[in-house]
């Protein structure tokens, strides 16, 4: 197969990471992939946070799981199929206890929305052909209601965050393929 298709078909989220770190050369690489994304106007408008530190990792836990939890149980538990294992095998159902932690930072302007998202799929792929595991977490974003977070980020108000996205070597290697949907086409 080709070697981009398969690179698409085999990646999967990751929800259980090695302690391992990752290179700085290898991150350096898979956020370099990210940034060949295309982008309305070519006008690239992102940053990124690539967070390792484990002062600071423990501090975006602090911030987003409390949170979760009072989320989850307002709502009287999630419905997600995916979500209720994941809840009862780990402690940190938000960052799954990933080594790196990246935020992707667009600025609201022109098609941010629809570059951001770009970036951060190449960010995932990427690390895929590295045999890192990520996964988007969206929970992730609880996060940021910490004001001590948004600053460390440096994040202005006319700034949106994508992701976070996890990366890290996989436990236990790349869980199956989830079964796709086969979407409808109609070809005129
Ligand atoms: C916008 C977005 C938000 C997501 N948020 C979470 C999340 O908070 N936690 C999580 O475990 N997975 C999250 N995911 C991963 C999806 O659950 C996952 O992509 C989906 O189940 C398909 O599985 P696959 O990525 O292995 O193909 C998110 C994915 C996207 C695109």
């Known amino acids: 197969m080709n070697t981009v298709v398969e690179a698409i078909k085999n990646r999967r989220s990751v929800r259980a990471y090695e302690t391992r770190a990752i290179s700085r050369d290898t991150l350096e690489a898979i956020i370099e992939a990210g940034r060949w994304a295309p982008s309305g106007m070519n006008l690239q408008l992102w940053r990124f946070v690539v967070v390792q530190d484990a002062e600071f990792r423990q501090k975006l836990f602090d911030a987003a799981v409390p949170r979760y939890y009072e989320w989850r149980d307002r ?12 809840d009862d095998i780990t402690e940190d159902p938000v960052f799954y206890s990933a080594p790196v932690i990246v935020f992707v930072v667009g600025t609201k302007l022109a098609t941010y929305a629809q570059d951001c998202p770009m970036v951060c799929q190449n960010i995932m792929l990427a690390a895929h052909s590295f045999g890192i595991g990520s996964c988007w977490v969206g929970y992730g974003q609880l996060a940021l209601q910490d004001e001590e ?9 006319d700034e949106e965050v994508f992701g976070p996205i996890l990366l890290g070597y996989p436990e236990g290697g790349f869980p199956e393929p989830p079964r796709k949907k086969v979407p409808t086409i109609k070809w005129i």
Request: no cysteine.
């Open 149 to 157: 977070v948004r600053e460390a980020l440096e994040l202005k108000d």
């Open 75 to 86: 709502r009287g538990g999630v419905s997600k199929v995916v979500r209720k294992p994941i």
